[in-house]
């Protein structure tokens, strides 16, 4: 157990910068395409090299052959447009509060759950949870937004992402059962890659990127794509996915300060309310409100899986 906060904190640390990254990336020169085809191609590079070393080229190719299907549905569903979603999203609004809009997807993932899963069960705390984080939703877009009406639009577009994110979640539990977590991490980045990459040759920059947009894009693609998901992937195997879902709730906070500390972002009230609602909502759709002996419901099991 004395290793679980390091690994917590780490991925946390580590998912929560991607919003710093992607801010840096953006203004830097790099179109949202672009950015995201090339953050999904090099991770997938860095984790077929980490299954080429765990098991060799031959069966890691294998195993990718044997999940395409699934891999192609959560790449372009889970991976390729929420990517895109949030990058644009970060055009108009700071990164903590890109943050704060996506740590709904375990909402979503709930009430796609309800109607996809049917073994899901509704109890009215997941009901009340919901209702919460819509309201921090709308307490986040709505609330003196500094950007005026394209603020509001950045800010919807990270929770339609959100949305996409839960619908790969859901596609993953319906489809994928021994699949290894790795490789589906390996073949989700591979396929988002190269659905971006069509779009990208029309967003090519016209100038080049800065050095601070380089330096994030491959911060963004090792820290926060490829590393954080084998860090994901060992804590899930050590603890579980109850303990690991922690994370969604440390995840918003790092983002918020590195935002403040690193690129002057200002922390509002609204944003301050919105987090706190959502996190409620979550809390009370997750079952993590519902006493020390009880067992979450496992929605976020893979809402932070990618």
């Given at each position: 157990?004395?290793?679980?906060?390091?690994?917590?904190?780490?991925?946390?640390?580590?998912?929560?910068?991607?919003?710093?990254?992607?801010?840096?990336?953006?203004?830097?020169?790099?179109?949202?395409?672009?950015?995201?085809?090339?953050?999904?191609?090099?991770?997938?590079?860095?984790?077929?090299?980490?299954?080429?070393?765990?098991?060799?080229?031959?069966?890691?190719?294998?195993?990718?052959?044997?999940?395409?299907?699934?891999?192609?549905?959560?790449?372009?569903?889970?991976?390729?447009?929420?990517?895109?979603?949030?990058?644009?999203?970060?055009?108009?609004?700071?990164?903590?509060?890109?943050?704060?809009?996506?740590?709904?997807?375990?909402i979503f993932?709930?009430?796609?759950?309800?109607?996809?899963?049917?073994?899901?069960?509704?109890?009215?705390?997941?009901?009340?949870?919901?209702?919460?984080?819509?309201?921090?939703?709308?307490?986040?877009?709505?609330?003196?937004?500094?950007?005026?009406?394209?603020?509001?639009?950045?800010?919807?577009?990270?929770?339609?992402?959100?949305?996409?994110?839960?619908?790969?979640?859901?596609?993953?539990?319906?489809?994928?059962?021994?699949?290894?977590?790795?490789?589906?991490?390996?073949?989700a980045m591979?396929?988002?890659?190269?659905?971006?990459?069509?779009?990208?040759?029309?967003?090519?920059?016209?100038?080049?990127?800065?050095?601070?947009?380089?330096?994030?894009?491959l911060g963004?693609?090792?820290?926060?794509?490829?590393?954080?998901?084998?860090?994901?992937?060992?804590?899930?195997?050590?603890?579980?996915?109850?303990?690991?879902?922690?994370?969604?709730?440390?995840?918003?906070?790092?983002?918020?300060?590195?935002?403040?500390?690193?690129?002057?972002?200002?922390?509002?009230?609204?944003?301050?309310?919105?987090?706190?609602?959502?996190?409620?909502?979550?809390?009370?759709?997750?079952?993590?409100?519902?006493?020390?002996?009880?067992?979450?419901?496992?929605?976020?099991?893979?809402?932070?899986?990618?």
């Open positions: 157990m004395t290793r679980y906060w390091p690994l917590l904190f780490i991925l946390a640390a580590t998912w929560g910068a991607s919003y710093l990254f992607i801010k840096v990336a953006v203004e830097g020169g790099l179109e949202p395409a672009p950015l995201m085809a090339a953050r999904a191609l090099i991770a997938a590079a860095i984790l077929f090299a980490y299954l080429a070393r765990s098991m060799g080229v031959s069966r890691a190719a294998d195993e990718l052959r044997a999940a395409w299907r699934p891999c192609l549905a959560i790449g372009a569903v889970g991976a390729a447009l929420p990517f895109w979603l949030v990058a644009w999203g970060e055009t108009h609004i700071d990164s903590g509060v890109a943050s704060i809009a996506q740590s709904t997807v375990p993932t709930l009430l796609l759950g309800w109607r996809f899963l049917p073994h899901e069960r509704v109890r009215p705390a997941q009901i009340v949870g919901i209702g919460v984080g819509v309201l921090g939703v709308a307490v986040l877009a709505g609330v003196d937004p500094s950007g005026g009406g394209w603020a509001v639009a950045g800010t919807l577009a990270v929770v339609l992402s959100s949305l996409s994110y839960a619908s790969g979640n859901v596609i993953g539990k319906r489809n994928v059962h021994d699949t290894p977590g790795p490789v589906l991490a390996t073949g591979l396929a988002a890659g190269c659905y971006l990459l069509v779009p990208a040759l029309f967003q090519l920059p016209q100038e080049t990127p800065t050095a601070g947009a380089i330096a994030s894009l963004l693609a090792v820290l926060g794509t490829a590393i954080a998901q084998l860090v994901f992937y060992r804590a899930l195997r050590l603890y579980g996915s109850h303990r690991v879902s922690l994370v969604a709730y440390l995840m918003p906070a790092f983002a918020l300060g590195y935002g403040a500390v690193l690129l002057d972002e200002r922390i509002t009230v609204a944003a301050i309310a919105g987090l706190a609602l959502i996190l409620l909502g979550v809390a009370l759709g997750s079952g993590a409100l519902r006493g020390r002996g009880a067992q979450p419901s496992p929605e976020v099991e893979r809402a932070v899986s990618l």
